[in-house]
């Protein structure tokens, strides 16, 4: 079959090398661990209580590094042995209730494809393959007939498997890049309907309509939060209504491409607003491009992270939220309230991708400070790595009240004229490079203007 289209050309050479690396990656993965071979389960859909309708069906993402999203379907397994060619045997029941999954023919060359109609059937070939050998299942529990026997999801495999993903390769910094740039397209579309006076929920559309995913094509749901609604980390609900008067937009939202994720965050004031707010943004986004700037190999991202709060510091007491200096506010842990998040994690097959905190491959970690708990990233970082950089500054009531019964010198006047404005977040998605990094977020939107 010709391929006509230059971008599916060009996977398909990273994608060949993609899986070699990956064959690779598990293989040694598994002598290390002192397995025969290892069965990849895609997971099986669920239900709602009482129900035969449930939430769309997310595959496991250890076979999705291996097949894309697309075509990781329910019930299906992948086995990978050393010195054999990985086998996927896929379940594709074909019925008049939904259309049937699709077929990766594009993987033939690189891995063997088995297609199967019945669950039992596929169950008989699996248990046949994988007789006599000291096999592990990684992936979540299968229901019904579809659970191999072997040991299920071994730390040691696991751990080795989590450590690696932090370290894209050619194939899946392609597939980010797409997805970037499927964020972007929406991310511009969302900042002119607000501009126009869209609420919410109008903005989420305008998101989903630009960057052409439906809702449950998106990696995470879209966080579209207007005014004090944006004090909410993860804010769930699109209002439908437009607030009076509207002052600003905080949108989370990204990509998704053959099961990679973006995650990019930007924050808007409305056109003319001359409250100290706007200046506050503006003061973000150069704390944000200072901590870019100190990103290189080997750095602790903690390290980062702690800059994040030195930095947030200086914005707090030069616009006089503090009356202190900003070292003060930094020993006291006062910038902790503006900011309750860490810096960012990694990035990849899952929005908050696993090994974050693992400094070694066999599972030691490295946990965040007992005033940083939701730092989800302690490693030092490598070339490939991709994760995020979000630094925020938040108005949120019950963390202010906490200050304020610590005496911190706030000045209360400014922050009351503040709550209504919600807070700000910029995030960007990077790849460490041996010198700096590649900012993924910021070369798709000037890729799509």
């Not at 229901?143 to 495999?157: E, T, V, Y």
């Not at 030092?380 to 949120?396: A, K, S």
């Amino acid at each position: 079959m010709t391929n006509n289209n230059p971008r599916d050309a060009t996977d398909n050479e990273l994608l060949i090398r993609h899986l070699s690396d990956i064959n690779q990656r598990w293989v040694e993965s598994m002598e290390a661990s002192g397995y025969d071979s290892c069965v990849i389960l895609a997971g099986d859909e669920s239900l709602h209580f009482q129900d035969d309708q449930g939430p769309p069906f997310v595959a496991n993402p250890y076979l999705v590094q291996w097949i894309g999203s697309a075509y990781a379907l329910p019930q299906s397994a992948l086995i990978v042995e050393p010195g054999r060619q990985p086998t996927l045997l896929l379940h594709r029941s074909e019925d008049y209730w939904h259309a049937p999954g699709r077929i990766p023919l594009h993987l033939q060359s690189q891995i063997d494809l088995q297609v199967y109609n019945s669950s039992e059937d596929l169950l008989v070939a699996l248990d046949q393959r994988t007789q006599n050998q000291q096999t592990a299942v990684v992936g979540p529990s299968a229901s019904g007939s579809n659970q191999p026997l072997g040991d299920a999801n071994p730390i040691g495999l696991i751990n080795l498997l989590a450590y690696q993903r932090a370290t894209k390769t050619d194939y899946e910094l392609d597939q980010m890049r797409a997805a970037s740039r499927i964020g972007a397209r929406g991310h511009n579309a969302a900042r002119d309907s607000f501009y126009a006076g869209a609420s919410e929920f109008e903005t989420h559309l305008s998101y989903l309509g630009a960057s052409r995913q439906n809702e449950h094509a998106t990696p995470y749901p879209n966080i579209i939060a207007q005014n004090e609604h944006a004090s909410l980390l993860h804010y769930q609900h699109h209002d439908v209504r437009v607030p009076d008067p509207l002052r600003t937009l905080l949108i989370d939202a990204g990509g998704n491409e053959g099961g990679y994720a973006s995650d990019i965050t930007r924050t808007y004031v409305t056109p003319g607003d001359d409250s100290v707010f706007g200046d506050l943004l503006g003061a973000m986004l150069d704390h944000q491009d200072n901590l870019i700037d100190a990103i290189t190999p080997g750095i602790s991202y903690l390290k980062l992270h702690e800059q994040m709060h030195r930095q947030l510091a200086e914005v707090l007491t030069k616009h006089g939220i503090l009356n202190c200096d900003a070292q003060q506010a930094f020993d006291a842990h006062w910038t902790e309230a503006f900011c309750p998040h860490g810096l960012g994690h990694l990035l990849g097959l899952q929005v908050h991708d696993v090994g974050g905190q693992q400094t070694t491959a066999d599972g030691q970690l490295n946990p965040p400070p007992s005033n940083y708990p939701t730092l989800r990233f302690t490693r030092d970082l490598e070339i490939n790595h991709v994760f995020t950089i979000e630094p925020g500054l938040y108005f949120i009531a019950s963390l202010l009240d906490g200050l304020r019964e610590r005496k911190a010198p706030v000045n209360w006047q400014l922050v009351e004229r503040l709550l209504p404005y919600g807070g700000i977040r910029i995030e960007d998605n990077v790849r460490v490079l041996a010198d700096g990094c590649e900012n993924l977020t910021r070369d798709a939107f000037a890729a799509v203007g």
